[in-house]
């Protein structure tokens, strides 16, 4: 490999931060990274592979923080996208392709009558709380403590820039925690419209947290008895544990659905999903979009389901990211380093135990593996897809050799 270098890099976000505020906004900034350390822009990507302006090549275990799926630039997602882009795209009504793509995602979700498409996963976290408030003539939303689910006003983390008053009607809930929802619900279930929740517990900057056991199925009874709607966002999951929304791994159904992300391979889409009883809600609320309908994605999308199929991309997805996780594992202890493997196998993140919270070994170790050719998030968690191959993996394993032995050095093996 060629010495790496951050130089283009660096003059790029120089002049970018002349004319863009922050030079990269939000999660992009070179501030969620190790500063300093990692390329600040990508030119090329192939596969599962990356490439920096500088030249340096990385095996890419972000996967653009989840929309790659099925490999950058996959030769049939993008021959369906190019072909439909060439009919049309943006038009003054749809073209037949969203109809396609609804039957197609019906037909592979258990409980799903119907689908609407955006853009965005905000656009549909937020969609979803309309539909809720709709159905059910209720203005209470339950959300978990923390939980990211876009940018909007009722659930911003960071909540500047929004009022208070926007987050008024929504009620928090600690994770796996059935106990307090019980005690929600009988305080306020008559007015719960709807309760919120991501299929495992995937904040940044902590281990991911499987649900207890019964507890999603627990969410499930308690909505079902206070008639209030189950969402499940699935905007970060979809497609990497199930086919037909991620809690059917546990035979959950949700009443509406939330894709984004890997739905469409990384272009611009995101869907959300329900049954009969919410259908008239989806008609009557008035929410849409310029480019809502665009026809392009949708092609990418319905190719990007077909690959996943065909590839058997979900068990393969987690075989790989199993062999990632339990690589990982054996290098760490052999470096001398306690390490915790969190999350779904093709969703995994790694944390340092002597870290305890700091991350100031996983931030040496992020920018270590990347110095040797591999591209992960220190904080955020990572993700492997149908295009990492078993000697993709191998190569990131003997490059995560060389991290590991730099991070043990830096801030020495566990006592
Ligand atoms: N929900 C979840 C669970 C997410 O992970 C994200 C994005 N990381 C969103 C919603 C928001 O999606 P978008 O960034 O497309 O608005």
């Known amino acids: 490999?060629?010495?790496?270098?951050?130089?283009q890099s660096r003059q790029l976000f120089e002049r970018a931060k002349?004319?863009?505020?922050?030079?990269?906004?939000?999660?992009?900034?070179?501030?969620?990274?190790?500063?300093?350390?990692f390329p600040t822009f990508l030119s090329k990507a192939q596969g599962c592979r990356v490439e920096d302006p500088d030249g340096n090549r990385y095996i890419d275990l972000l996967c653009a923080f989840g929309p790659m799926v099925v490999g950058y630039r996959n030769e049939m997602v993008e021959a369906a996208a190019m072909a439909q882009a060439a009919a049309t795209d943006v038009g003054n009504l749809p073209a037949p392709v969203m109809v396609e793509l609804a039957e197609k995602l019906v037909a592979i979700t258990p409980g799903a009558d119907w689908a609407v498409f955006a853009k965005t996963g905000s656009d549909v976290t937020s969609?979803?709380?309309?539909?809720?408030?709709?159905?059910?003539?209720?203005?209470?939303?339950?959300?978990?403590?923390?939980?990211?689910h876009g940018v909007h006003g009722w659930c911003n983390l960071r909540h500047r820039g929004f009022p208070a008053a926007e987050r008024a009607l929504v009620l928090n809930l600690p994770w796996n925690d059935l106990d307090a929802a019980r005690k929600l619900f009988v305080?306020?279930?008559?007015?719960?419209a709807g309760l919120i929740t991501t299929p495992f517990r995937h904040e940044a900057g902590a281990d991911s947290v499987m649900p207890a056991e019964g507890y999603l199925q627990g969410?499930?009874?308690?909505?079902?008895?206070?008639?209030?709607?189950?969402?499940?966002?699935?905007?970060?999951?979809?497609?990497?544990m199930h086919m037909g929304g991620s809690t059917q791994t546990l035979g959950v159904t949700p009443d509406l659905l939330l894709y984004a992300k890997a739905l469409s391979n990384g272009r611009a889409l995101s869907a959300m999903l329900g049954a009969n009883r919410t259908r008239k809600a989806v008609e009557d609320v008035f929410v849409t979009g310029t480019t809502f309908t665009q026809a392009e994605p949708m092609a990418a999308a319905l190719a990007t389901l077909q690959q996943l199929e065909s590839l058997d991309a979900i068990a393969f997805m987690e075989r790989i990211g199993r062999r990632l996780c339990d690589g990982l594992q054996q290098r760490a202890t052999a470096a001398g380093l306690a390490v915790t493997l969190s999350g779904p196998?093709?969703?995994?993140?790694m944390t340092f135990a002597a870290d305890q919270g700091s991350f100031v070994r996983s931030r040496s170790f992020a920018a270590a593996w990347a110095r040797a050719g591999v591209f992960v998030h220190p904080y955020h968690n990572w993700f492997v897809s149908a295009a990492h191959q078993d000697q993709d993996i191998d190569e990131a394993l003997a490059a995560a050799e060389q991290a590991f032995a730099a991070t043990a050095l830096a801030h020495g093996p566990d006592q």
């Open 1 to 7: 490999m060629k010495n790496f270098s951050l130089k």
């Open 18 to 37: 002349a004319v863009i505020p922050a030079g990269i906004y939000g999660h992009q900034n070179p501030g969620f990274f190790v500063e300093g350390e």
């Open 127 to 148: 969609w979803s709380l309309a539909i809720a408030r709709e159905t059910t003539g209720r203005d209470l939303i339950v959300m978990v403590d923390g939980a990211y």
């Open 187 to 192: 305080a306020d279930g008559h007015r719960i």
């Open 219 to 240: 969410l499930r009874q308690l909505c079902s008895e206070s008639g209030s709607l189950l969402i499940v966002d699935d905007v970060r999951a979809g497609f990497r």
């Open 345 to 349: 196998a093709a969703i995994p993140f």
